[in-house]
T-cell receptor, first 112, second 116 residues
């Protein structure tokens, strides 16, 4: 079983729709939860960073963490064609030091 | 400009060649990383350096040899690679070093490596 599971997609939505992304994980020690966005031929860039369970909102982006279910989500409201990219979840626990465990990424296509 | 610069952007090499990938960060960070990104697979951590010292080698074959001469520069020396080593190699940096957890890693654009 992979430590972090993420549907590879592609997830295709019309412009203006809500994009819903998620990851599940098996290691209950994970405490830090991140979402990265990666455009084609580019490196990943950090979008959202949350610690422990709860919600965090930043503009059109909302990250949710449910540690009891080992499930994290990213929602993109009012999606734009420029949101078309691969979204990677990444998790870490303090005991493992400076080490991120990534999901495989979900490719998102927002059609005009 | 992400603050982390990788060169070259693309590299094609034969299995008997020796080449090096270079990474430079302009962010004043103390930790630097090499990741491998293959098609349809999650990002794989290869090496971690904190304050120029290697703190993690994630069971990487010896045909990959990292070098960190200072906190701003990181190299990955390649020799006798295999076709399955073809991938996007990403360098990243983050603020904290040993004893600190800083998960806000900043990535470079990557080097697309093809081994023929």
């Amino acid at each position: 079983q992979k430590e972090v599971e993420q549907d590879p997609g592609p997830l295709s939505v019309p412009e203006g729709a809500i994009v819903s992304l998620n990851c599940t994980y098996s290691n209950s020690a994970f405490q830090y939860f991140m979402w990265y966005r990666q455009y084609s031929r580019k490196g990943p860039e950090l979008l959202m960073y949350t610690y422990s369970s709860g919600n965090k909102e930043d503009g059109r982006f909302t990250a949710q963490v449910d540690k009891s279910s080992k499930y994290i989500s990213l929602f993109i409201r009012d999606s734009q064609p420029s949101d078309s990219a691969t979204y990677l979840c990444a998790l870490a626990d303090k005991a493992a030091g400076n080490k991120l465990t990534f999901g495989g990424g979900t490719r998102v296509l927002v059609k005009p | 400009e992400t603050g982390v610069t990788q060169t070259p952007r693309h590299l094609v090499m034969g299995m008997t060649n020796k080449k090096s990938l270079k990474c430079e960060q302009h962010l004043g960070h103390n930790a630097m990383y090499w990741y491998k990104q293959s098609a349809k697979k999650p990002l794989e951590l290869m090496f971690v350096y904190n304050f120029k010292e290697q703190t993690e080698n994630n069971s990487v074959p010896s045909r990959f040899s990292p070098e960190c001469p200072n906190s701003s520069h990181l190299f990955l020396h390649l020799h006798t690679l295999q076709p399955e080593d073809s991938a996007l190699y990403l360098c990243a940096s983050s603020q904290d070093g040993v004893g600190g957890l800083n998960t806000e890693a900043f990535f470079g654009q990557g080097t697309r490596l093809t081994v023929v």
